[in-house]
């Protein structure tokens, strides 16, 4: 979502981070790390988290590299291709991006 879209003026009073307008009105996230402050996309602090979940799996599991990732039904093509990019950040291929009801109804 763009900073000025209604929705994202909603939640992010709620965020636990800054955010400023990054160009195009895109959202940037304050992240506070050592060294200093950077300002990250969205989709950049999913993989960092992301990144996180893989290597507490692969302490325990052979390497992962494959996945399916389910996302809420509502989530725009635009929303759906910034969590697939999250997940290639982190060298996880996404075979597919289902709907969270989909994937409830296929477990």
């Not at 000025?4 to 992010?12: T, V």
């Not at 093509?77 to 409830?104: M, W």
């Amino acid at each position: 979502r763009k900073f000025s879209d209604p929705i994202a003026e909603k939640i992010i009073p709620f965020l636990p981070c800054d955010v400023e307008m990054g160009l195009g009105g895109t959202i940037l996230c304050k992240v506070t790390r050592p060294g200093g402050s950077v300002l990250l996309h969205p989709e950049q602090v999913l993989a960092a988290l992301l990144s996180h979940l893989k290597s507490e799996v692969e302490a325990t599991n052979p390497a992962i590299s494959d996945c399916v990732v389910s996302v809420p039904f509502f989530f725009t093509d635009a929303q759906r291709r910034a969590v697939r990019s999250a997940f290639e950040i982190v060298k996880l291929k996404p075979l597919r991006v289902v709907n969270e009801t989909t994937a409830i109804a296929l477990a």
